[in-house]
Structures are given as C-alpha cells and as structure tokens.
C-alpha cells in the first residue's frame, strides 16, 4: 500500500470511528468513502482534513452546551482549512459573542468568521431552499469545468452564499461568479484562501 494509500486508510478509519461514537456508522462508512475521493483532489494535507473534521465535531460538542442553541438556535459550523465559519441565528447578541469567544479557543483554529443573525431559527423550507442553492451551484461549477467543485466549499445561509477553499484567483472569480448568476442568492460572500 502506498504512503498516500495509507492516508486514505487512516482518514476512513478516523472517520469511521467518529461515526461509531456518535452512533452513525452507515454514514461515516459513506462519508469515508465520499471523504477519499475528495482527498485525491483537496488542496489541504491530509493532517487538515482531519483537523478541520476534528474542529467542526468539537465547535458541535460545544454548541450543544449552550441552552439558547440547543433550545432555540440554528447554527452550522464549517471549517476550512483550520478556519472556522460560522452560520445561522441565534437569539441574543451574547450567545454569538460565547460562541465565537469558546470556538476560537479550539486547538487548531486559525481564525472565526462569526456571521451568525440574531433571529428566530430558519425554518424547515427556508433550508431546504439553501440547500437547492448549495447543490445548483455546486452542479454549476462542475458542469463550467474550468474549477474542480471538490475545492470550492459552498455554504448558503439565508440565501446568502459563503464560498471557502484554497483557490486561485482565477478559480475564486470563476466560483463567485457562478454563485452569484444562481437564481435565489441575494448574496455572495468570499472567504477564499489565494495560491
């Protein structure tokens, strides 16, 4: 086995095993397998990967601490790169001033964008409309060809699109222009790392 098989062979089992603590194991065996295909194109060592995995599944542990989250938030943790991005509402200035002050504590974090409203959660069609927003414009990207979708992380809170990853400026131009003639964004935010 090569050394970037064995690589794959450790992240899946890292993966695996976060899947059987958290009781999830069919989808940490597809997100395994989902998560080595990326490796093959992701620009991030594969000591990132685990580590921004690590981070989103300890921000998590976190959150589910905080009664007005747990109770009444809506919050979505993504870490990219050992940079943490933050969505979604929360009911009162001071949880997202807790939240951004406990996740910039995590090892490993280089950096918190804390782009959280303070609202009511979002409700059930209003996520599934960021979640058609997400997959048309991921589809959108593979279908331009000139950008791998694997590099371009998509997330869509309230309609508005956060674009992360390690791209080029011809990649960031291309992805952002992508996101913003999707039908349904009213907003396009960047935070790309630049080659």
């Given at each position: 086995m090569t050394t970037k098989g064995f690589g794959f062979f450790f992240l899946g089992m890292a993966l695996i095993i976060s899947g059987l603590v958290s009781g999830c194991v069919p989808l940490a065996a597809t997100s395994a397998a989902a998560t080595t295909v990326q490796v093959a194109h992701d620009r991030r060592t594969l000591g990132t990967?685990?580590?921004?995995?690590?981070?989103?599944?300890?921000?998590?542990?976190?959150?589910?601490?905080?009664?007005?989250?747990?109770?009444?938030?809506?919050?979505?943790?993504?870490?990219?790169?050992?940079?943490?991005?933050?969505?979604?509402?929360?009911?009162?200035?001071?949880?997202?001033?807790?939240?951004?002050?406990?996740?910039?504590?995590?090892?490993?974090?280089?950096r918190v964008f804390n782009e959280l409203s303070i609202a009511d959660s979002s409700n059930l069609k209003q996520r599934s409309i960021d979640s058609w927003i997400t997959t048309k414009i991921k589809s959108s990207l593979l279908a331009e060809g000139r950008i791998d979708p694997t590099r371009v992380k998509v997330i869509t809170e309230n309609e508005v699109v956060y674009l992360l990853g390690l791209v080029t400026l011809d990649e960031a131009e291309t992805a952002t222009m992508i996101a913003r003639q999707t039908n349904g964004v009213r907003e396009v935010i960047r935070a790309f790392e630049y080659l």
């Open positions: 990967l685990v580590d921004d995995k690590t981070i989103e599944i300890k921000a998590q542990s976190k959150l589910n601490k905080i009664p007005e989250v747990r109770d009444s938030g809506h919050v979505v943790i993504t870490s990219y790169n050992n940079i943490v991005l933050i969505t979604g509402q929360v009911p009162y200035d001071y949880v997202k001033d807790e939240i951004t002050n406990s996740l910039t504590a995590l090892p490993r974090v280089r």
